[in-house]
């Protein structure tokens, strides 16, 4: 997306609802992960502060500016969305281990293991259906734009036939 493509109402409708509920989904599995977890070493304890949970949504900001969604595009591929949720969960995590100095605690380590394997997971299965909410709005004829050819000559009826007929224009009425 950049400034000439960039589209307020596409961002607002699409991107921001999908960033929300992916933190969400980070928040809510890192907190019922630390209410599972024993936590018996004291370096460890760590994990309990509340700057983990701030360089959690650092680290989620650092992820959706490095690797931006794509579920609203039409040439959409599972296997890519799959990979762009993993290249997300892991930076995520990563800037958070780095940032409270846990990477190498054996305990953190498989804490942030189950972390990124389940948001992996849960971000997946949101993703799978914000899709399908997708696709069913534009099957019922939402996210349409309205086009009106002003002339009568034969460009503009090239035009009207070219966006009724073509399926690029799909998004055209």
């Excluded at 000439?4 to 409708?13: A, G, Q, S, V």
């Excluded at 189950?114 to 019922?140: K, P, Q, T």
């Excluded at 002003?150 to 036939?161: F, I, P």
């Amino acid at each position: 997306m950049n400034l000439k493509t960039f589209n307020i109402k596409e961002f607002l409708y699409f991107c921001v609802p999908v960033m929300l509920v992916d933190l969400g989904i980070h928040i809510g599995i890192f907190e019922w992960l630390l209410g599972v977890f024993p936590f018996t070493d004291p370096q460890d304890l760590i994990l309990q502060r509340p700057r983990t949970l701030y360089f959690l949504v650092v680290g989620f900001i650092i992820a959706m500016v490095l690797i931006p969604e794509r579920l609203h595009e039409r040439g959409f591929s599972w296997k890519a969305e799959i990979g762009r949720v993993f290249l997300q969960c892991l930076v995520t995590i990563g800037v958070l281990a780095t940032s409270v100095n846990v990477l190498f605690h054996s305990f953190a380590g498989h804490f942030l293991f189950y972390e990124g394997v389940l948001s992996v997971l849960f971000v997946s299965v949101w993703h799978l259906a914000f899709r399908g909410i997708i696709l069913i709005a534009r099957r019922n004829g939402r996210n349409k734009v309205h086009v009106v050819i002003v002339g009568d000559n034969e460009n503009a009826g090239r035009l009207a036939q070219m966006i009724q007929t073509g399926s690029e224009y799909a998004d055209y009425k």
